[in-house]
Structures are given as C-alpha cells and as structure tokens.
C-alpha cells in the first residue's frame, strides 16, 4: 500500500492540511545513522483524548472512512527498522509528527521521490507556507515558501516555471543534505 | 536556493498575465487523501501540471484537496467547469494525460472514467 518514504510524508503533509494549518514544517535530517522524518503544523491538534487512539488503526475522525492507516503503518515500519514514532502536541496549538528510521538497516523502505512528492503538495495549498528543512551531520539547508512567494508576487506557486524552480531547488537540497539512497 | 531567479520568473509570468486577463476557464482537483496518495495521486497531480504546462494551457489551474469517499475510485480527479464538474475515477498518470488533451482541451470527456457529472447552475 504505501511503498516509500516520500509516500508517507505526503500522508503526513495531508494530515496537517487536514488539520487547517497555515504553517508546516517539513524537516528530514540524517545524522549519526538516523533518518529522521518531522511534520510539524498550527493546525487544529489532536484533542488529549484521542491522542491515545491515533496509533490504532481502527480510529479515525474522518467521516467517511472506517479505518486510519497513515500513522499506525508509519510507526510500524520505523520500529521495524530499530527507529521509533512520536505524536505530539505542540505548544500553541497544533501537532508535531517524528518518525526515525535506522538508515542502513534492511527493512527501511527506499526513500522514494520526495523533491516530486513535496513540491506539487507545496504549490497547490493556496494560503499555507511550508518550511522545508534538510539537514546531515554537516549542514542544514533550507527552503521556505513565503520567502519564494514574497518574491513571486501574484504568481502562484503552481506556475510551471515556478514548479520546476521549486524541483530543481529542493533537489540541490537534497543531494547537500546527503539524502539520496546508496544502493 | 537561488531566490534572484525567481525575481525573472516573476517578470515573465507577470507579462503573460496581463496579455491574457487573469480568468482560469477550467480547475482540475485532485484527491490527496491517505487513499488517494497510496493509489497513485502523487504521479496523477504531476502528470496534470506537467501536461497543464507542456500545452501551456494559461486558464486552468491545478489544485489538491484531501479525502474524497470515494477511496475504491481514487486516485479521484474533480474538473470544474462553468457549468459542470465532471468527477473521474482511477485516473493514473496515462488518463491523467487523456483528460486534459481530450476534456480540458477538446471538450469532450473520456466518458469510461466519468464517475459522476454535476450541473452547475450559474
């Protein structure tokens, strides 16, 4: 079902657009081994008595679904390569999710496109900025959406110029950061 | 990130606004829910702005939403027109591309991929 890396993190992404929020964070870092994967959002939060429950995949406040499966198999597939899954409220409203995978170990799934995951997610969310922060042991690189659009003027973010300004940008990001597979 | 670029960009794209007037004719949506997403909704949103920009097709815009319902049909692609919105199922990458070289751009929907069609009373 979800295959790759990159998969889960627009389940992620979605989840805090879901959730009305007007900032997400995107940080992916790899460091001492780690691959660490964090959403963070100012969205609605997970209310305290439901935050026992998003692990289960049973539950989920969508009205038309009967299972949620995003967070219970990406918890799942962290603790199996050794990492492990977090959910958190933030201060001031709004949710943080934290999932580590150990980057060499066999059952990590490939980290799949995030540069054509993350850019048609960021150009087509009118009314929210994202924050992408890509970082390894040595550098942290990063990429904000209001800094482009600041820039851009009435140009949407989905102008195709713009897209492949955003692809070509984040791609940079990713090979400095270190976050390519090996193999 | 080289944001100087973005400063050419935005002459260019200003310039192209104002010969045509700034109306979107048609709006493509897609579903980026959890379902839509295992489905393939990824690649559909990226062949629709990839084909949108190849034709250079300036009044129609490329947009997402989350969940649908309709997770058994996704990944769920909506397009809005003036006076309809016809919603297709299953739409990967290759109907992706059908529907905008034969819908957005000739008028005429792939009818095997229409779930529903909605008047729009103007």
């Given amino acids: 079902m979800i295959e790759d890396l990159a998969m889960h993190l627009a389940d992620l992404v979605q989840n805090s657009l879901r959730a009305g929020a007007r900032h997400i964070v995107v940080r992916l870092a790899l460091q001492e081994g780690l691959l660490q994967i964090v959403v963070s959002d100012d969205g609605a939060g997970i209310p305290q008595h439901d935050l026992a429950q998003v692990m289960d995949p049973f539950f989920t406040t969508k009205e038309r679904a009967r299972i949620g499966l995003g967070l219970p198999l990406l918890a799942q597939t962290a603790e199996e390569t050794g990492g492990r899954c977090s959910v958190t409220p933030r201060h001031g409203g709004g949710t943080e999710v934290r999932a580590q995978f150990r980057w060499n170990h066999p059952d990590r799934p490939p980290l799949g496109d995030v540069v054509e995951t993350l850019v048609p997610l960021l150009a087509t969310s009118p009314g929210v900025e994202f924050t992408v922060e890509l970082s390894d042991d040595r550098v942290t690189w990063l990429l904000s959406t209001r800094e482009v659009r600041e820039r851009l003027g009435d140009v949407p973010l989905h102008h195709p110029e713009v897209l492949c300004f955003l692809e070509n940008t984040l791609r940079e990001g990713m090979d400095a950061a270190g976050l390519k597979e090996a193999r | ?122």
């Fill in chain 2, 1 to 122: 990130m080289k944001l100087e670029e973005l400063r050419k960009i935005r002459e260019r794209a200003e310039a192209e606004l104002r010969l045509r007037g700034g109306t979107s004719r048609v709006k493509i949506v897609v579903g980026m829910g959890t379902s839509g997403i295992a489905a393939g909704a990824r690649q559909t949103l990226r062949a629709l702005l990839d084909e949108v920009a190849r034709r250079g097709l300036k009044d129609v815009i490329v947009t997402q939403t989350g969940e649908k319902g309709l997770a058994a049909q996704e990944p769920i692609v909506e397009i809005h027109e003036p006076t309809r919105a016809t919603i297709y199922g299953e739409v990967d990458e290759a109907a992706a591309r059908r529907i905008v070289a034969e819908h957005v751009v000739n008028g005429r929907p792939v009818t095997e991929r229409v779930v529903e069609v909605r008047e729009v009373k103007g």
